[in-house]
T-cell receptor, first 115, second 113 residues
Framework: EAGVVQSPRYKIIEKKQPVAFWCNPI?????LYWYLQNLGQGPELLIR????????DSQLPKDRFSAERLKGVDSTLKIQPAELGDSAVYLC?????????????FGPGTRLTVL | GESVGLHLPTLSVQEGDNSIINCAYS??????FIWYKQESGKGPQFIID?????DKRQGQRVTVLLNKTVKHLSLQIAATQPGDSAVYFC????????????FGTGTLLAVQP
């Protein structure tokens, strides 16, 4: 079974430019998560989707970040405009359900460098 | 362990020895705990989990111990192998309405051949 797929794996942009990341979760997984991981730290949740509904976006900086999961399968996370401090790894994860014990499976991440 | 350049606690062990990685969690109401392994350039990989009504759970070569009194979690790896070299994160789920995983600071495990 294929795992969580993310693209691109690496992205280098100049500040103030837009950038988008794509995620395809494991087939049949209804819950999708976007995390931010700074160097040397654990992932921090940005947004959680249950099917196409964003059920927790409290940590998403909405002035520049947006996300969508229109058909309840794959998802896109966008930053516009990017700032130097956005340089990090953006991880996508999925789980079968939204229960506390539903294991979250992570993709390889997209490493963003903002110059 | 000592902090290294990235300020990650580091545990250095010899191949074949047992490893113990420790984690302190923050919320006494957390009811579910997970250990993840993250290799360089990859996403976190699930290792083992434990619910708050247990104090010990064993998997293949790994054991997780939970001490709710002092809010402490540990991961024991038996007969550590070079392939175990990675950053290990504990995560707590506060459950309830938030249902959010909170990750701790990782520990870098370096296995010396």
């Amino acid at each position: 079974e294929a795992g969580v797929v993310q693209s691109p794996r690496y992205k280098i942009i100049e500040k103030k430019q837009p950038v988008a990341f794509w995620c395809n979760p494991i087939s049949g997984h209804n819950t999708l998560y976007w995390y931010l991981q700074n160097l040397g730290q654990g992932p921090e949740l940005l947004i959680r989707y249950e099917n196409e509904e964003a059920v927790d976006d409290s940590q998403l900086p909405k002035d520049r970040f947006s996300a969508e999961r229109l058909k309840g399968v794959d998802s896109t996370l966008k930053i516009q405009p990017a700032e130097l401090g956005d340089s990090a790894v953006y991880l996508c994860a999925s789980s079968k359900g939204q229960g506390a014990t539903d294991t979250q499976y992570f993709g390889p991440g997209t490493r963003l460098t903002v110059l | 362990g000592e902090s290294v350049g990235l300020h990650l606690p580091t545990l250095s062990v010899q191949e074949g020895d047992n490893s113990i990685i420790n984690c302190a969690y923050s919320n006494s109401a957390s009811d579910y705990f997970i250990w993840y392994k993250q290799e360089s350039g990859k996403g976190p990989q699930f290792i083992i989990d434990i619910r708050s009504n247990m104090d010990k759970r064993q998997g293949q070569r790994v054991t997780v111990l939970l001490n709710k009194t002092v809010k402490h979690l540990s991961l024991q790896i038996a007969a550590t192998q070079p392939g175990d070299s990675a950053v290990y994160f504990c995560a707590e789920n506060k459950g309830g309405a938030t249902n959010k995983l909170i990750f701790g600071t990782g520990t870098l495990l370096a296995v010396q051949p």
